[in-house]
């Protein structure tokens, strides 16, 4: 009879143990989850941020007089005038826009606006960067970059005459 408590004791003591390991273990996977679920959400918030100011600034030119620093400027800064070093949409520099004139005086008149190259932290690499030791002392970043957003729209023509 003593063994038989015995043996019960310590089936109970392998139960809870086993259940601990059971809650560890589904305490790691919702966390990496709702990590998961932060950084999609990040990504999907910068990338159309990029598409909205990208389309702004697009707008933004066919109305007024081509420029293509200003135009550049509507999408980094969100005002055809450059603002203050460090206040660039998302860190982007002119390096990641590209504008282009395209059929200039013509019916087929459009601007053109391709924005790549630009990076972000996330925030799993965040704590990557955070619980990573680099060998050099330094701790390392691990960025990721944004997709390329290309935007092309017709500017309004007014010296369009019917051919007679």
């Not at 009879?1 to 019960?8: D, G, P």
């Not at 089936?11 to 560890?24: F, N």
């Not at 990590?35 to 389309?55: A, K, L, N, S």
Request: with cysteine.
């Amino acid at each position: 009879m003593i063994e038989a408590n015995m043996n019960n004791g310590t089936r109970r003591s392998m139960q809870r143990g086993s259940a601990l390991v059971e809650a560890a273990l589904i305490f790691v996977l919702g966390i990496s989850l709702l990590i998961g679920m932060f950084d999609v959400g990040q990504m999907m918030f910068i990338h159309q941020t990029v598409v909205e100011r990208t389309q702004e600034a697009a707008r933004w030119g066919t109305v007024n007089p081509y420029d293509a620093t200003k135009i550049t400027n509507m999408v980094l800064y969100g005002s055809s005038t450059a603002g203050t070093a460090g206040s660039e949409l998302f860190g982007m520099s002119s390096s990641n826009v590209a504008v282009s004139h395209i059929g200039s005086g013509t019916m087929s008149d459009r601007i053109s606006i391709t924005v790549s190259g630009y990076t972000y932290l996330l925030f799993s690499s965040a704590i990557v960067n955070t619980l990573t030791p680099h060998s050099s002392g330094n701790t390392p970043t691990v960025q990721h970059t944004g997709l390329s957003v290309t935007y092309t729209i017709p500017c309004e023509y007014d010296e369009w005459s019917p051919s007679s």
